[in-house]
T-cell receptor, first 110, second 116 residues
Framework: EDQVTQSPEALRLQEGESSSLNCSYT??????LFWYRQDPGKGPEFLFT???AGEEKEKERLKATLTKKESFLHITAPKPEDSATYLC???????????FGSGTKLNVKP | DTEVTQTPKHLVMGMTNKKSLKCEQH?????MYWYKQKAKKPPELMFV???????INESVPSRFSPECPNSSLLNLHLHALQPEDSALYLC???????????????FGQGTRLTVV
């Protein structure tokens, strides 16, 4: 059973067109939820950590939020350089183990 | 500094070769990880070291042999690999759970491995 599910699989936006990516999870005892950005052929780049429901983090055009069952990555007025695959990962309590979702591939057209 | 350094960046090896991948971090992290990533798939956990001891092996074939010589270094020894083992191999490090907050993992840029 998948513990982390991301949607949509792919998202095409026009530059400036805001949208949200979803990450839903089923792990019990969430230790943390993490968002990463990955460019082709590169390692994932850390963006945010969220630890508890109601928490929000922001960085430039990105804002991550967390509820008890899901997280959203909101992208405001995206630019072409925001094009990448966005990965969500969760960590269960007391385990040094990160479960990754399958990612959302974002393409922002100029 | 949040850098994890992996070498080599690219590796081509034959099925009878022995090679090693190397990973280094200087963030004081005591949990280190090997992941395997195939094209258009998420990273797949292989091994976890916690305080230099192997704590998780995700049923990885014995042709992959991890080693953690000290708290900054992580190696992955490769022997008798198959073409289907070709992938991007990623190293990551983090503070271990129980350390407090800030347990996010930082990844290296990976080694692109091709088995011929």
């Amino acid at each position: 059973e998948d513990q982390v599910t991301q949607s949509p699989e792919a998202l095409r936006l026009q530059e400036g067109e805001s949208s949200s990516l979803n990450c839903s999870y089923t792990v019990s005892g969430l230790r943390g939820l993490f968002w990463y950005r990955q460019d082709p052929g590169k390692g994932p780049e850390f963006l945010f950590t969220l630890y508890s429901a109601g928490e929000e983090k922001e960085k430039e055009r990105l804002k991550a939020t967390l509820t008890k069952k899901e997280s959203f990555l909101h992208i405001t007025a995206p630019k072409p350089e925001d094009s990448a695959t966005y990965l969500c990962a969760v960590q269960e309590s007391d385990f040094n183990k990160f479960y990754f979702g399958s990612g959302t591939k974002l393409n922002v057209k100029p | 500094d949040t850098e994890v350094t992996q070498t080599p960046k690219h590796l081509v090896m034959g099925m009878t070769n022995k090679k090693s991948l190397k990973c280094e971090q200087h963030m004081g992290h005591r949990a280190m990880y090997w992941y395997k990533q195939k094209a258009k798939k998420p990273p797949e956990l292989m091994f976890v070291y916690s305080y230099e001891k192997l704590s998780i092996n995700e049923s990885v074939p014995s042709r992959f042999s991890p080693e953690c010589p000290n708290s900054s270094l992580l190696n992955l020894h490769l022997h008798a690999l198959q073409p289907e083992d070709s992938a991007l191999y990623l190293c990551a490090s983090s503070h271990p759970t129980g350390f407090g907050l800030n347990t996010e993992a930082f990844f290296g840029q990976g080694t692109r491995l091709t088995v011929v």
